[in-house]
């Protein structure tokens, strides 16, 4: 568990990280450098999910590098599913990171969303249910890794 507290919001006590794969964690369906250290890196404090539409049909694979096990979703409505993954493990307890259009709902539902600009870019939608923006992946690992940091952007 990290727990982080935020002046102007009070205590809050992650225990999920949930990921967005496509666009987040891989580019074209390939798992991005660092990616996989910077997860086994936290595995001890959070629990990690990742949540996947498998646009490029490789998500298995990206399971085994991760040695995790996405959860599928399915067709239609992904935005709605993916909001309603986080607050079934209790959205007050979540770190979401997602960037496109359908993460923004599991942004917005969680007790920090964090958006990540990738090189598929960062739909609006996102950027604005967003509580923090950071200019990668790796950034928003970092956070998590120094909480402080989200403690110093989140204060009000």
Same mark, same amino acid.
């Given at each position: =568990?990290i727990e982080? %507290?935020?002046p102007?919001h009070g205590?809050i /006590?992650i225990?999920h990280?949930?990921?967005?794969? %496509? &666009?987040t964690l891989a580019h +074209? &369906?390939?798992l991005?450098?660092?990616?996989a @250290?910077a997860?086994?890196?936290?595995?001890?404090r959070?629990?990690i999910h990742? #949540?996947?539409? +498998?646009t490029?049909g490789?998500q298995a694979l990206?399971?085994?590098?991760l %040695?995790l096990q996405?959860? @599928?979703?399915? $067709?239609?409505s992904?935005a709605? /599913?993916?909001?309603?993954?986080v607050?079934?493990?209790?959205?007050?307890?979540?770190?979401a990171?997602g960037? &496109?259009? %359908?993460?923004?709902? =599991?942004l @917005?539902a969680?007790?920090? &969303?964090?958006?990540?600009?990738?090189?598929?870019?960062? !739909?609006t939608?996102?950027l604005t249910? !967003?509580d =923090? #923006?950071? $200019?990668?992946?790796?950034?928003a690992l970092?956070?998590l890794?120094? $909480?402080? @940091?989200?403690v110093?952007t989140?204060r009000?």
């Amino acid at each position: =568990m990290i727990e982080l %507290n935020i002046p102007g919001h009070g205590t809050i /006590q992650i225990e999920h990280l949930v990921c967005d794969v %496509n &666009g987040t964690l891989a580019h +074209d &369906g390939k798992l991005l450098e660092g990616v996989a @250290r910077a997860l086994g890196s936290l595995r001890d404090r959070v629990k990690i999910h990742l #949540v996947t539409a +498998d646009t490029h049909g490789r998500q298995a694979l990206i399971d085994q590098q991760l %040695n995790l096990q996405a959860t @599928r979703l399915r $067709p239609g409505s992904e935005a709605e /599913q993916k909001s309603e993954y986080v607050r079934s493990l209790g959205a007050e307890h979540v770190v979401a990171i997602g960037q &496109g259009a %359908n993460d923004a709902e =599991m942004l @917005r539902a969680a007790a920090i &969303g964090i958006a990540v600009l990738s090189r598929e870019g960062l !739909a609006t939608a996102a950027l604005t249910a !967003a509580d =923090m #923006v950071v $200019p990668d992946i790796q950034a928003a690992l970092d956070l998590l890794e120094k $909480p402080l @940091r989200i403690v110093a952007t989140l204060r009000k």
